[in-house]
């Protein structure tokens, strides 16, 4: 009897101590994030950028502070985004700050830093526009026409797998491109790409992916309707059993731009997918990038999607997923292809070149890839070329026939003219 009045008077004192404890002791701990912690302004460009700010458990009686230090300003709007201005160039840094009211204590703190140059964003791909109809015989418009109307093909597909196995695991990818000839329904695909998932191979017994094999693409795309210029960026849904055979599904999903929806995709597979509205030009030189971070929000990995307007020095974030696990990393063969995914416009002339593609491994170092082999895939009736002219890679493609000769896979070598970051 003795013992059970101790018990009891024990769980009495320990349940009095926990009621007794202030709220903010049993509160889970804020968690803080910016949606990069390093940036850039280059004042050729721009005097200013901004940062997407992110939190958990926010704490009662908490506040948000910055602390500027180096050639820069910040405005803070009040909804989740800090412009930063640049004054100067050189370094600076900027503290995100979550602090107590009652004694103006740091609870957590993030810190974002700034490089502020003044500097063209520059690329060596100018120059006049490649003579295409050297390559291969060009039908007229009239042919063109008549060519369409009753094609029941796409015209040819060129796929192309960059050599970057050799690299091993990397986290960003970037390649600069151009498409002379850009009609409706045509897809320049600038990566294509396989993902490594550490923490889900060490916690279920099979991952599998439903496109068999890819984990996503991204790129840019003429839809049908001929006045609407896209970009894209897809995942394939994940397929993860654990050791009973019980099946989890990762889906990715957007958190970049905060007011859209991911939308799905079927018919490949299951997936998830993003497309934006982009006004990218025929014989307009670009910079692709796909860029890994982590969300230190969610604790997970996620993908930035950027492109850069290499003639007129424009910057512009296009999406950004969370991957649903807490890392990832890119391996194997990167691919590249040129696609027309309409019937009606198969006769068109199709063309993309691409060069400085360029991968970063996980110990922060570019790696230039200046290898790749071309071949003609899903084998859809007409004519292609492709090549390199040692500086860049070409193709060019229309479902009409007999306008060159066929050619087999090879593998082709580019040097690069650019190397080192892409930022």
């Not at 926990?18 to 940036?39: H, K, M």
Request: hydrophobic letters at 35%; proline letters at 4%; glycine letters at 6%.
């Amino acid at each position: 009897m003795k013992l059970w009045r101790t018990m009891i008077s024990l769980t009495l004192a320990a349940v009095l101590l926990i009621c007794a404890l202030p709220l903010t002791a049993l509160a889970a701990s804020p968690t803080l994030s910016v949606s990069s912690e390093n940036v850039k302004i280059n004042l050729a460009e721009s005097k200013s950028t901004t940062v997407e700010i992110s939190y958990r458990n926010w704490p009662e009686g908490g506040y948000l502070n910055f602390i500027a230090a180096g050639p820069i300003t910040y405005e803070f709007s009040g909804f989740d985004v800090v412009t930063i201005n640049a004054t100067g160039t050189g370094s600076a840094t900027l503290d995100v700050v979550i602090c107590r009211k009652s004694d103006n204590s740091v609870l957590v703190k993030k810190t974002v830093h700034v490089t502020v140059v003044n500097e063209s964003v520059k690329s060596s791909n100018s120059g006049s526009r490649r003579n295409w109809s050297s390559l291969m015989k060009f039908p007229s418009k009239e042919e063109i026409a008549a060519f369409n109307k009753t094609s029941n093909n796409r015209s040819p597909y060129i796929s192309v797998w960059m050599n970057t196995s050799h690299v091993g695991k990397f986290c960003d990818i970037a390649v600069d491109f151009k498409a002379d000839y850009l009609p409706s329904g045509t897809y320049c695909s600038l990566a294509n790409f396989y993902m490594d998932y550490p923490s889900l191979n060490a916690k279920y017994q099979k991952v599998t992916l439903a496109s068999n094999g890819i984990s996503g693409y991204a790129g840019f795309q003429r839809l049908a309707d001929s006045n609407r210029y896209i970009s894209i960026l897809s995942f394939w849904d994940l397929f993860c059993y654990d050791a009973s055979g019980r099946q989890t599904t990762i889906t990715p999903w957007l958190i970049y731009p905060k007011n859209e929806k991911e939308s799905r995709f079927g018919g490949e597979g299951t997936g998830t997918h993003y497309l934006r509205d982009y006004p990218w030009e025929a014989e307009h030189w670009y910079r692709f990038i796909i860029h890994r971070w982590k969300n230190e929000a969610t604790g997970n990995a996620s993908v930035e999607y950027w492109v850069v307007d290499l003639e007129t020095k424009a910057w512009t974030k296009l999406c950004e997923f969370d991957i649903g696990t807490t890392d990832f990393a890119f391996t194997g063969d990167v691919g590249v292809f040129l696609e027309n995914f309409e019937p009606s416009s198969a006769g068109d002339i199709r063309t993309l070149e691409f060069c400085n593609f360029r991968v970063c491994n996980l110990e922060g170092n570019w790696v230039p890839i200046e290898s790749a082999y071309f071949e003609e895939n899903y084998h859809y009736p007409g004519s292609y070329q492709y090549g390199s002219d040692g500086k860049c890679f070409w193709m060019i493609t229309s479902g009409i026939p007999n306008l060159a000769p066929k050619q087999d896979g090879v593998t082709l070598t580019v040097k690069n003219s650019e190397s080192g970051s892409p930022f």
